[in-house]
């Protein structure tokens, strides 16, 4: 009956459900917020708020992966839905803008620990094969779902409530995602074998810098980001102040990039019987470009269109999906497997730099220099990223790298970089390295929301 017949999973898969709602509400709330506070400064005010959670999900969430095996993971999941509730009830109080980056850098903090300690409980509870990766794959489509449905509830909120209610909606969701984690029965990990973050971190940074595959990887995180940001950053202030939008409007058109990602994210296993990974994330690459073209061109010509802004929107939203979702399985065929969860580390730390380059830009050159040159300097990162990646990405077969963890020995299997035909790494439910996949998972899975969340 797959991984719902398990009461646990059900309770926890609630839970996430509810708090993406809530912090979907929370992405639309936060940027009407910025505009009431700086009106055309609110990119800035965006850009910084997301700068902030940049550098703490790149320090905090590798630190939580590494540490979850040593804390009460029930215990430790509800203290930070209070404390999310807690800051979130806060925002609707917020007058100057120093208060929002304080609150929004403490509300981060708690869901970048958040994310990987709710990813590391879900092997322990379904230790069935077949069953976790359906898990695995519902979580992935729950974050995916939140940046097409949150903007949509909202919007309809909109046209009834003022929008700082919103927050209390996600206090509520993240109140009642801790009641059902209470519920839940969630063992505490065991200890996982001796080396420290700053050892797995690195250890996959230094595969990242040998392997074509992963390489490649490198290069088409900064063009999901740079086309990200633009979106997530300029949304509010273009809509409101360039297409004399409503509040209402800046929902929707947040949800017209979350319609493209989460069409096109169905549509990428099928693609994938088809085609190699390496095609399907270049082509995203390539339409992630040519979707900031598109803003920069839209911007230059100061004749402003709803449906050519939403077919832009539309655009990268559907560009990020198809260069997004097929990681995961580029990471597990480029790795041994006492490496998977240091590969996919270094890949969040790594993809998060990658926004962490695009914010300051999206939010502070837009501000400074105008919407053209800041999105012009974005599309030029983007096209970066789509002609660099095809280069880095070689094809043909590869030897897999072999080990890099401390005292790791095992024979590593050979494979190829495009196609990946060879019998992906064998991850047995409840080992370490199962627990420490599905960590790193989460952080994965994090990272590919981002490009449709502003917190």
């Not at 655009?315 to 998977?340: E, F, N, Y």
Request: net charge neutral.
């Amino acid at each position: 009956m797959g991984p719902f017949a398990n009461r646990d999973f059900r309770l926890l898969f609630s839970a996430q459900i509810v708090a993406l709602l809530g912090t979907g509400l929370t992405t639309v709330a936060l940027g009407l917020l910025a505009y009431e506070i700086a009106g055309s400064s609110a990119a800035v005010v965006l850009g910084t708020a997301l700068t902030i959670k940049m550098v703490l999900y790149v320090v905090i969430a590798p630190l939580a992966a590494a540490y979850v095996d040593r804390l009460p993971r029930r215990a430790f999941l509800v203290a930070l839905d209070v404390v999310r509730a807690g800051i979130v009830l806060a925002l609707p109080f917020v007058t100057e803008v120093w208060q929002i980056y304080v609150l929004i850098g403490t509300l981060q903090a708690a869901s970048a620990a958040f994310t990987p300690t709710f990813q590391a409980v879900i092997p322990d509870i379904i230790t069935d094969e077949r069953d976790y990766t359906t898990a695995l794959s519902a979580s992935q489509v729950a974050y995916t779902m939140e940046s097409l449905v949150s903007p949509v509830l909202a919007a309809l909120a909109l046209l009834l409530i003022d929008f700082d209610v919103l927050f209390l909606g996600t206090a509520v969701g993240f109140v009642v995602s801790a009641f059902l984690v209470l519920r839940a029965t969630v063992p505490d990990a065991r200890r996982a074998p001796a080396g420290g973050p700053a050892d797995r971190i690195l250890s996959g940074v230094r595969l990242f810098a040998r392997t074509p595959s992963l390489r490649g990887v490198f290069a088409v995180n900064f063009a999901v980001a740079a086309a990200g940001s633009i979106v997530v950053v300029n949304t509010v202030n273009y809509v409101r102040d360039r297409l004399g939008g409503s509040e209402s409007q800046v929902a929707w058109m947040l949800a017209a990039s979350g319609g493209g990602t989460l069409l096109v994210a169905l549509a990428v296993p099928r693609l994938l019987d088809r085609f190699s990974e390496r095609s399907v994330m270049l082509t995203g690459a390539v339409l992630l470009t040519v979707a900031a073209v598109g803003a920069v061109a839209m911007a230059a010509a100061d004749t402003p269109s709803w449906a050519l802004t939403a077919a832009v929107w539309f655009a990268s939203g559907a560009g990020s999906a198809m260069a997004i979702t097929p990681t995961g399985k580029v990471l597990r065929a480029a790795a041994a497997p006492s490496d998977v969860a240091a590969v996919f580390a270094a890949q969040f730390s790594l993809s998060h730099l990658a926004w962490l380059i695009a914010y300051p830009i999206a939010g502070w050159g837009a501000n400074r220099f105008g919407l053209v040159p800041a999105w012009a300097l974005l599309a030029g990162i983007a096209a970066a990223g789509a002609i660099l990646a095809p280069a880095l990405w070689r094809r043909g077969p590869v030897a897999l790298p072999a080990p890099t963890t401390a005292g790791a020995t095992v024979a590593a299997p050979s494979g190829t970089e495009d196609r990946t035909p060879e019998r992906e790494p064998d991850l047995v439910p409840g080992s370490p390295a199962w627990r420490h996949t599905a960590a790193a998972g989460g952080t994965l899975t994090e990272c590919q929301c981002t490009c449709g969340q502003a917190a």
